[in-house]
């Protein structure tokens, strides 16, 4: 079972810092996925993120979350979406991961977004990967889903 990691300890533990994690098994720096990137990532709780989005003017905004079965954690993660959705401010997409088979499960309606869309792998339960989008027209023939990848 994994430990629970509170916000404070990822944002102060270099042990959570990706970009030192990699340069320091990495000593040579050869190739390092992280050069040339000039975006921050940091992380604010639901009342820090509303403070700092509430006079954007962003023209498209993304959110991702691996929540290992949304049908089984969907109120949890409709609640942190109006957390995070409120002030006039909104995703445009927002993408989620380990969504588990979730394709009949009628509560999955946000609103202001398009039903869900989901792509699974055809041998098994986990996984899959799912997508909020607010308006958007199905391109099926632009599909590079591929299982396992």
Known sequence: ??????LDQVMDNERYNFVSLYDSTNPENIDSPFDGISSSCNYYNPDQFSDMTKNSNNACSYFHLNCRGLSANWESFRELMCELQRDNFCFDYIGISEVYKCDDDPRLKLPGFH???????????????????????????????????
């Open 115 to 149: 039903d869900i869309l989901t792509q699974c792998r055809s041998d098994g339960f986990r996984g899959e990967v799912g997508l909020f989008i607010q308006d958007f027209k199905v391109r099926h023939d632009l599909s590079v889903f591929i299982p396992h990848v």
């Open 1 to 6: 079972m994994a430990d629970n990691i509170l």
